[in-house]
């Protein structure tokens, strides 16, 4: 038993003296780059060493699941929920607040109910607004450069993205049509997740976030 032990406090501490956990993020994302600056900082109170790995969102959560990663950054509870072997560190990373952009002015008070019978642009592998616009004629892209050359050529009436969208504000300087619609669609608490087998950082990794709180 001694042993046993041994090995598996082995284990658990093997990121802080060896490899760096490698964390897979969605790339050309604000909401997960403005994620992956919050972790690395938490992580760097914890003393844990972390590598941001970017790749596409479904393949980044399988491979996380599978434990050939060593966990994701900046997804929801709902998009992690089919992911039986990852955990969540309980403290939010980012708030997401997706939101509607247009050359329309629409009321948006209703949230995303304020969406139907408009066509829609959103990210390709964002479980989340994937799952609050089913149903909806929708236009799934690669990223936000995409949606808003979508948007500007009238392929749909609305694009859904970050409230706080770096691109969408470049964009406003020389294009004011583009109207930004608020309120957010909705507020949304972003996590990060780890593989199972590095359950025991969680607590650490929590406490951490919320001394950068």
């Known amino acids: 038993m001694k042993v046993l032990a041994t090995l598996l406090c ?6 802080l003296r060896g490899q760096d956990l490698q964390l897979f993020v969605i ?14 900082a938490a992580a760097r109170r914890a003393g844990v060493r972390v590598q941001m790995r970017a790749m596409p969102a479904e393949r980044g959560m399988v491979l996380a699941n599978e434990g050939k990663l060593d966990g994701a950054i900046g997804r929801t ?21 997706p939101t509607a952009y247009s050359y329309k002015k629409i009321d948006v008070s209703l949230g995303w109910k304020s969406l139907r019978g ?25 990223n ?21 969208n770096q691109e969408v504000r470049a964009m406003q300087e020389h294009d004011p049509d583009l109207l930004q619609l608020l309120p957010p669609l909705e507020e949304v608490p972003l996590y990060l997740f ?3 087998r590095h359950a025991a950082l969680v607590p650490r990794l929590a406490e951490a976030l919320r001394q950068g709180h």
């Open 10 to 15: 082995a284990l658990v501490s093997a990121p």
């Open 27 to 40: 790339p050309d994302t604000p909401a997960h780059l403005e994620a992956w600056r919050t972790v690395e």
């Open 77 to 97: 509870m709902l998009a992690a929920s089919a992911y039986a072997q990852l955990v969540a560190v309980p403290e939010p990373v980012y708030l997401y607040a």
């Open 118 to 142: 408009h066509t829609v642009c959103v990210r390709r592998g964002y479980n989340f607004t994937e799952e609050r616009t089913a149903g909806l004629p929708r236009q799934r892209l690669d």
């Open 144 to 164: 936000d450069a995409s949606l808003l050359r979508m948007l500007k050529a009238g392929g749909c009436d609305i694009a859904v993205m970050g409230r706080s």
């Open 194 to 196: 780890l593989h199972k």
